[in-house]
């Protein structure tokens, strides 16, 4: 996965409670990413960073926060987990690709709320 | 509001026949075009992708045909396999690192 590991991979929590999700990236990228999968919807932006404290709001940023103190580190938060929020969870990097930008993903995070 | 529109979700095809998956998109400051494969449990990753000053490009078993009035792209897999079962998106690219992705199309290869 190009280096991009994602923790925990799966995580069941209750209603009301705090989740962290953090992906960890070993090359560099200035572009990271934080998307859902849901079924019939494909992949969601949630939120995404263009370097170390420089974030942005995707189309599905309500009740999710993220940070980046470290250019290898992303870190998605939901304040207080709803049932709405159980979903797969992708971090992906932006990297080059025959003169164009593709994005590589990590593995997923499956995060059940109760 | 929806930036690509992708069909059909679910697609079942015999081993051998083509498999055609479609998207269409409105706004024309697209400027690439790639199309992501994700098997069950695992993340999508880039399958083949095209700029908008080409019309098709192919890579093995797969093309992508792209029509830049209709404001539409497909993918073909030709010779299709079991081992191509899976979901497929479709994606667009604008201002070099944003990206909006299509619902999602998943593929039954029959043996």
């Known amino acids: 996965d190009a280096g991009i590991t994602q923790s925990p991979r799966h995580k069941v929590t209750e209603t009301g409670t705090p989740v962290t999700l953090r992906c960890h990236q070993t090359?560099?990228?200035?572009?990271m990413y934080w998307y859902r999968q849901d079924p019939g919807h494909g992949l969601r932006l949630i939120h995404y960073s263009y370097g170390v404290k420089d974030t942005d709001k995707g189309e599905v940023s309500d009740g999710y926060s993220v940070s980046r103190s470290k250019t290898e580190d992303f870190l998605l938060t939901l304040e207080s987990a709803t049932s709405s929020q159980t979903s797969v969870y992708f971090c992906?990097?932006?990297?080059?690709?025959?003169?164009?930008?593709?994005?590589?993903f990590g593995a997923g995070s499956r995060l059940t709320v109760l | 509001q929806q930036q690509v529109k992708q069909s059909p979700q679910s697609l079942i095809v015999q081993k051998g026949g083509i498999s055609i998956i479609n998207c269409a998109y409105e706004?024309?400051?697209?400027?690439?075009f790639p199309w992501y494969q994700q098997f069950p449990g695992k993340g999508p990753a880039l399958l083949i992708a095209i700029r908008p000053d080409v019309s098709e490009k192919k890579e093995g078993r797969f093309t992508i045909s792209f029509n830049k009035s209709a404001k539409q792209f497909s993918l073909h897999i030709m010779d299709s396999q079991p081992g191509d079962s899976a979901t497929y998106f479709c994606a667009v690219q604008y201002n070099f690192n944003k990206f909006y992705f299509g619902s999602g199309t998943k593929l039954n290869v029959k043996p």
């Open positions: 992906a990097i932006s990297e080059p690709y025959s003169g164009a930008n593709v994005l590589t």
């Open positions: 090359e560099n990228h200035r572009y």
């Open positions: 706004n024309t400051a697209f400027d690439y």
